[in-house]
């Protein structure tokens, strides 16, 4: 018996660091990264690492003290046998793991920019390809499942696993990126239903509720939905929590910001994992901030995560202000 099973993507990340470039802005006065046209630009650093939703995440649930298994789709050669051991380096069952012979493995590159923040190119491969027929379901003995954003083919098996979920007494977190909240949330309803956390920042959590709205009302709303608990991250200004009837605000620590590549990750896991061990929003969020603050000090979206008795002991000797709200 799992505690937790991940589903989402597994890509092998490229991170590359260049000065050489402009920052412009386009017709809507949305910053842009330029690069000039036929030069050939040198790589200041270069560092490749895996990646994805469905990896990163159960890496940080593993670490974090809990039985954990990845289901995803790759390819079957080099770059899969990659994501593949360094997940079982971290202790993460790798049984469930569809190998395509025809896909490719997820690729992304990670392009460093201005303030900390970081553009991506992102080959999704077989991780669109995910398909439900695929995947042994006798093995998928788990309590919980986190589902993170899985597109075309992938969604219609992520829906499925929610129906199996619901009719299996399995628990359901999501964690939504912008190409689902796009969708919206009549796209979005049959999984919505069913799930009993869901995570989102509020750029995503403003697309779902098809309006930009303050991140109290946006919790509210999206809480009609179905989700028992909704989590919002809104960047430097902090993290909130609704469980239908309280709003909980976690305040951000001041700290130095190298790269944001699997903040995100980093907090969803580790909320969950804190409503598992404690069910405590206050908790959760403490460390979920905790974990994401640890990951933003450093390149790469995995290595620094913490370990379950490294986190206790931040949150200890540096104290949060968790604030519940009527």
Same mark, same amino acid.
């Given at each position: 018996?799992?505690?937790?099973?991940?589903?989402?993507?597994?890509?092998?990340? *490229?991170?590359?660091?260049?000065?050489?470039?402009?920052?412009?802005?386009?017709?809507?006065?949305?910053?842009? @990264? *330029?690069?000039?046209?036929?030069?050939? #630009?040198?790589?200041?650093?270069?560092?490749?690492?895996?990646?994805?939703?469905?990896? +990163?995440?159960?890496?940080?649930?593993?670490?974090?003290?809990?039985?954990?298994? !990845?289901?995803?789709?790759?390819?079957?050669? /080099?770059?899969?046998?990659?994501?593949?051991?360094?997940?079982?380096?971290?202790?993460?069952?790798?049984?469930?793991?569809?190998?395509?012979?025809?896909?490719?493995?997820? /690729?992304?590159?990670?392009?460093? %920019?201005?303030?900390?923040?970081?553009?991506?190119?992102?080959?999704? =491969? %077989?991780?669109?390809?995910?398909?439900?027929?695929?995947?042994?379901?006798?093995?998928?003995?788990?309590?919980?499942?986190?589902?993170?954003?899985?597109?075309?083919?992938?969604?219609?098996?992520?829906?499925?696993?929610?129906? /199996?979920?619901?009719?299996?007494?399995?628990? @359901?977190? !999501?964690?939504? %990126?912008?190409? &689902?909240?796009?969708?919206?949330?009549?796209?979005?309803?049959?999984?919505?239903?069913?799930?009993? #956390?869901? @995570?989102?920042?509020?750029?995503?959590?403003?697309? &779902?509720?098809?309006?930009?709205?303050?991140?109290?009302?946006?919790?509210?709303? @999206?809480?009609?939905?179905?989700?028992? $608990?909704?989590? $919002?991250?809104? =960047?430097?200004?902090? *993290?909130?929590? /609704?469980?239908?009837?309280?709003?909980?605000?976690?305040?951000?620590?001041?700290?130095?910001?190298?790269?944001?590549? =699997?903040?995100?990750?980093?907090?969803? %896991?580790?909320?969950?994992?804190?409503?598992?061990?404690? +069910?405590?929003?206050?908790?959760?969020?403490?460390?979920?901030?905790?974990? *994401?603050?640890?990951?933003?000090?450093?390149? =790469?979206?995995?290595? $620094?995560?913490?370990?379950?008795?490294?986190?206790?002991?931040?949150?200890?000797?540096?104290?949060?202000?968790?604030?519940?709200?009527?």
């Amino acid at each position: 018996m799992y505690d937790i099973i991940t589903v989402g993507s597994a890509t092998v990340d *490229a991170l590359v660091r260049t000065e050489f470039y402009e920052m412009i802005h386009d017709k809507k006065k949305k910053e842009c @990264i *330029a690069y000039p046209v036929g030069a050939k #630009i040198l790589m200041k650093e270069l560092l490749l690492t895996t990646g994805g939703g469905g990896t +990163n995440t159960a890496v940080a649930l593993s670490r974090l003290g809990h039985k954990a298994a !990845f289901l995803g789709k790759v390819g079957s050669k /080099y770059n899969s046998s990659r994501v593949i051991k360094e997940l079982k380096d971290e202790k993460v069952d790798t049984s469930l793991i569809i190998r395509s012979k025809t896909g490719r493995t997820g /690729y992304s590159i990670v392009l460093d %920019s201005k303030k900390h923040d970081r553009t991506i190119l992102a080959f999704k =491969g %077989s991780n669109n390809d995910l398909r439900f027929n695929e995947i042994k379901l006798k093995k998928l003995k788990t309590k919980w499942f986190y589902f993170s954003t899985m597109m075309g083919q992938s969604f219609r098996t992520l829906e499925k696993l929610a129906d /199996y979920a619901s009719k299996n007494n399995i628990k @359901i977190a !999501f964690n939504i %990126s912008s190409y &689902l909240a796009k969708k919206g949330k009549i796209f979005l309803g049959n999984i919505l239903k069913k799930i009993d #956390i869901l @995570i989102l920042n509020k750029e995503e959590a403003s697309l &779902l509720s098809g309006k930009k709205d303050k991140v109290v009302n946006l919790l509210k709303k @999206i809480s009609k939905l179905g989700p028992q $608990i909704v989590a $919002i991250t809104d =960047g430097k200004k902090g *993290a909130y929590a /609704y469980d239908g009837k309280y709003i909980y605000y976690g305040k951000p620590h001041n700290v130095k910001i190298v790269e944001t590549t =699997g903040a995100g990750d980093a907090f969803a %896991s580790s909320f969950l994992s804190g409503i598992i061990k404690k +069910n405590d929003i206050k908790f959760a969020i403490d460390l979920g901030m905790t974990n *994401a603050e640890s990951v933003i000090q450093h390149h =790469g979206a995995k290595e $620094i995560l913490l370990k379950y008795n490294a986190a206790a002991k931040a949150m200890k000797n540096k104290q949060r202000k968790i604030i519940k709200l009527p």
